[in-house]
């Protein structure tokens, strides 16, 4: 090969790497804080505990996102870093319902069919400063009435008369997240290894670890949680 | 007296439906893509009747709504949230009638990346593998939803050249493609994602397609793509598909001893040289050049004009047949041989 051809295909393929860095690389190196940012998202239920493992196992292909029927999993853009095209569900935007489809379509072993019950997607706290019932705003029980689980995940304890406590069962799809009429969504989904919990017993507040999903962390006192770039505010609940 | 003398082709005309492979190709093409639109307006359309949601539509949704019941009404009958199952996804991973198939690409980037052989899913790359094995590049022509934009912009270019606005492209090394793959796996293995996921066309437009209509908008596979056709139209004719698409090299190289091959009938070539100009890959079908590279997409097959193109059912292609017997190489050397006065 002539070294002016050789010349040009370099130059060629230099300009193509150069533009297919733009959307991809040179935007993560423009924004380091997108990488330092911590683990804000669950993923779906059924994905592999390792987040490493499972961004190997995911080959991006979307079908888990197409069939999901709430439309609550979303995927990482090029701020995900390495997460790149891997889904996630963002609670405080909408929660999963466990319908498991999936987990039936995943292709790959990313997403792996598990029961209902043994999903282990985190687990939901509930912030007592700021939840009604446990302030005593009022009677509210949105969260035990919309969770998928049921009575062995979220409930409420006898003379704690409509204050949901939740329960070793609690799976952390993050419905009760979404519905949660406060505005400060003082439901957040922590990562269920950090949770220290007694079988049907009150996590006591000393237990709780950092919030994993910060937008929905926010505690209580009434501050709204800031909407994600492009998300439309909830209308406003009434609280009763 | 000098006498015109010209062989007849003694091959048999070429079946006639070959001629028209290329229009049945940009049709199936075509339909890939619509199919790729449908799915996802489908999906939601699946998940809002399950749901007993059209109260709760907003008016955009309730037109989605609307426009898919009506669409599916023949297929979905009474029961649209189960029997619309049959086709899911995309060409990266999806389902068909039943059958889990995914982009051999898919399985050689994940395998890397995790190192790991998770048996279903390696088995969802079989059937395409043994297509690739008897028909070569097959996908790259003929299901690629990529293809379909790729020579719609091809298309562009043509024009733009012929008015003297783009140059005519320049020609790289063919096996540059090989090395993207090779730097594919390895980038996988290394970084522990499958990373031809984000530079590999027809994934990126069946999954933006998917993104736009039920996730959160179209991200940078757009850009990325986008950038693709302008390195087509400013550097090379069908540069990506030709010297850097990862999958054209890995379907390149399982369809190195293919069994279907398009041909040349020496006997028919009449050397007008259409099928060399056509070929979009720039192939060289006047030189029985098909090679790993041809995707069987009759391009050359549609232009010809003494139907001198076949398919055969060879491992190899032929050697250069030299130049065709109704040439005007042969009818110049038929012309000096009956000079002589000698029997042509």
């Not at chain 1, 989904?189 to 999903?213: D, G, K, T």
């Not at chain 2, 090395?179 to 066309?201: E, R």
Request: with cysteine; glycine share 8%; proline share 8%.
């Amino acid at each position: 090969m002539e070294r002016r051809t050789f010349l040009q295909q370099l130059t060629a393929t230099a300009a193509l790497v150069a533009g297919a860095a733009t959307p991809y690389g040179l935007a993560r190196v423009m924004t380091p804080e997108a990488l330092a940012a911590p683990h804000t998202h669950l993923r779906p239920p059924g994905a592999l505990r390792d987040d490493n493992a499972f961004i190997e196992a995911c080959i991006g292909c979307g079908l888990c996102g197409e069939v999901c029927p709430v439309q609550a999993i979303r995927f990482y853009g090029r701020e995900g870093g390495n997460k790149v095209n891997t889904p996630y569900i963002n609670p405080a935007k909408k929660g999963c319902i466990l319908s498991g489809r999936c987990m039936e379509v995943c292709p790959t072993n990313a997403l792996t069919a598990t029961p209902k019950r043994e999903v282990a997607m985190g687990i939901a706290q509930i912030d007592r400063s700021a939840c009604y019932p446990w302030v005593d705003r009022g009677v509210c029980g949105a969260c035990a009435n919309v969770c998928p689980v049921g009575k062995e995940a979220i409930t409420f304890v006898f003379a704690n008369f409509y204050r949901p406590v939740v329960l070793k069962g609690c799976v952390g799809c993050g419905v009760c997240v979404e519905v949660c009429p406060h505005p400060s969504r003082p439901i957040r989904i922590a990562e269920r290894s950090l949770v220290q919990y007694a079988p049907a017993a009150i996590i006591p507040e000393s237990a709780l670890p950092p919030a994993v999903n910060p937008s929905a962390g926010v505690t209580g006192h009434g501050v709204p949680a800031q909407p994600e770039a492009g998300e439309t505010p909830r209308p406003g609940v009434v609280p009763f | 007296m000098e006498q015109h003398v010209q062989k007849q082709p003694d091959s048999p005309v070429p079946f006639f439906l070959w001629r028209h492979l290329n229009t049945v190709r940009r049709l199936v093409l075509l339909l890939v893509f619509c199919l790729l639109i449908l799915l996802p307006y489908i999906s939601l359309y699946q998940n809002f009747v399950a749901g007993h949601a059209y109260d709760l539509l907003t008016p955009h949704e309730r037109r989605i709504y609307d426009v898919m019941e009506w669409l599916t009404a023949p297929i979905a009958r009474s029961d649209p949230a189960n029997n619309l199952n049959m086709i899911k996804g995309n060409t990266w991973s999806g389902t068909l009638f039943g059958l889990k198939l995914s982009d051999p690409l898919a399985v050689v980037g994940q395998v890397a990346a995790q190192f790991k052989l998770y048996w279903p899913f390696l088995l969802t790359a079989l059937l395409p593998v043994g297509l690739t094995l008897l028909l070569g590049r097959f996908y790259c022509g003929w299901i690629c939803p990529a293809t379909l934009l790729y020579e719609i912009n091809d298309a562009v270019r043509h024009r733009l050249v012929r008015l003297g606005i783009l140059a005519q492209g320049r020609r790289m090394d063919l096996r540059l493609k090989y090395g993207v793959l090779a730097v594919g796996v390895g980038l996988s293995t290394a970084l522990g994602t499958v990373v031809f996921s984000a530079i590999y066309p027809p994934l990126i437009v069946g999954r933006e397609i998917q993104y736009w209509v039920t996730a959160n908008g179209v991200g940078a596979g757009t850009t990325f793509f986008l950038l693709t056709l302008l390195f087509d139209l400013l550097v090379a004719r069908r540069g990506f598909c030709r010297y850097l698409c990862p999958g054209g090299a890995l379907y390149a190289l399982l369809g190195r001893y293919r069994l279907v091959r398009i041909q040349r009938l020496v006997n028919r070539c009449n050397d007008c040289t259409l099928c060399d100009k056509v070929c979009p890959f720039a192939l060289r079908p006047m030189r029985d050049a098909f090679g790993q590279e041809c995707n069987n997409c009759t391009a050359c097959m549609a232009v010809c004009p003494p139907r001198a193109l076949t398919f055969r059912l060879r491992i190899q292609d032929q050697p250069d047949q030299g130049p065709g017997h109704q040439g005007p190489a042969h009818r110049r050397a038929a012309v000096r041989v009956t000079a002589k006065g000698e029997v042509a």
